[in-house]
Nanobody, 128 residues
């Protein structure tokens, strides 16, 4: 089974950028639907972006045109490029993998229950 380890989080001022990485081992990212989620204190886990087997992507409305998900098969790594960061983007960011399409079960890519495997997360803090 796939194991996931996130990195790249940190503290940044509003308007700045960060790139998160999610290194996979035990299996290849190209055979999973891969997603980024975030969870802020006192809030539910929120789907941020997803990339399918075929590199189709989708992002949440709250981060559209600011966050971009990508995958490097050679490095077996998932990325999240975050631009124009806002204080409300502050959260723990987690990557997740699903062995099957969330839509196959009539589900949504943005529901955390659609994913079988999770990393431990990396903290992103955006100050105003």
């Amino acid at each position: 089974q796939i194991q996931l380890v996130e990195s790249g989080g940190g503290s940044v001022q509003a308007g700045g950028s960060l790139r998160l990485s999610c290194a996979a081992s035990g299996d290849t990212v190209s055979t999973y639907w891969m997603g980024w989620f975030r969870q802020a204190p006192g809030k539910e886990r929120e789907g941020v972006a997803v990339i399918s087997y075929g590199r189709n992507t989708d992002t949440a409305a709250s981060v559209k045109d600011r966050f971009f998900i990508s995958r490097d098969n050679a490095k077996n790594t998932l990325y999240l490029q975050m631009n124009s960061l806002k204080p409300e983007d502050t959260a723990i960011y987690l990557c997740a993998a699903s062995a099957s399409s969330p839509y196959a079960a009539g589900d949504s890519w943005s529901r955390s229950a659609s994913y079988n495997y999770w990393g431990h997360g990396t903290q992103v803090t955006v100050s105003s």
